[in-house]
């Protein structure tokens, strides 16, 4: 069976140009992974829909996005891009607290991660 995972992104600043390197992301896990990983970021639909500039649309975005991880529609977390804003912590939380396995993807990150995850693993 496929593995599910849940890829983690920034999205806020340059909208267009991050979606574009998500949606290169995840193609390049699903071909190369020859369909035995399908890495999901269910945040990009939302974005087709809502506007992540009106504060009550991004929170709405957020609300569905933490659905996945309520559910536990995913069996890792994978982090990409070269910072870790708000969502990203957001989505560390919460993938601490449904015990997600959290898997760092760029290394310029890593220390950053980690940091995060030890402020927020007793939660």
């Given at each position: ?43 990009i ?16 975005g ?16 994978w ?45």
């Amino acid at each position: 069976m496929p593995k599910v995972i849940y890829i983690s992104h920034p999205v806020t600043e340059d909208v267009d140009r991050n979606i574009e390197k998500i949606l290169s992301i995840l193609k390049v896990i699903h071909t190369q992974s020859k369909g035995e990983i399908i890495p999901i970021a269910p945040y990009i639909v939302a974005l087709q829909y809502l506007d992540d500039s009106v504060t009550e649309e991004r929170e709405l975005g957020i609300l569905a996005n933490e659905e996945h991880f309520v559910r536990k529609i995913m069996e890792e977390t994978w982090f990409y891009g070269n910072k870790i804003g708000k969502g990203g912590e957001k989505e560390i939380k919460l993938s601490l607290k449904y015990k997600i396995p959290i898997v760092c993807k760029n290394q310029t990150i890593k220390p950053r991660l980690e940091e995060v995850i030890a402020i927020n693993s007793g939660n």
